[in-house]
């Protein structure tokens, strides 16, 4: 009896914490980040690299304002990681500089200003 008692317990607090472990992985946040994207291709560019990223559920990128909306879970990555992703491919992300080989592999609308010339 004393270990059918055991096996009951053990099986509840597995159960529980089963549960509270598959709540806590869908949680999500959002976060906005400002970057110098000027076209419809950039918006491509962007959304594809945080779309395929781990942990990011949906990327949307507004051309006018150049805010990307990025939903995405905490316990997968992070804002600083989704801004470094966003600077790889060429872009400033919230103040921080894109890399330079990757903005002057640009589209030259893609590059500051392009949508003016």
Do not use: W
Request: charged content about 30%.
């Amino acid at each position: 009896m004393k270990y059918i008692n055991i096996f009951f317990c053990l099986l509840i607090f597995s159960l529980f914490t089963a549960t509270t472990s598959s709540a806590q992985s869908k949680k999500t946040d959002t976060v906005y980040i400002k970057t110098s994207a000027e076209c419809d291709q950039c918006k491509k560019s962007i959304e594809k690299a945080l779309n395929y990223e781990k942990g990011v559920k949906s990327a949307r990128l507004n051309v006018e304002t150049k805010v990307v909306e990025v939903i995405y879970k905490p316990a997968k990555t992070t804002p600083e990681h989704l801004r470094h992703i966003i600077t790889n491919i060429g872009y400033d992300a919230d103040g921080e500089k894109a890399n330079n080989k990757a903005y002057q592999k640009l589209e030259d609308c893609c590059k500051k200003g392009g949508m003016e010339k």
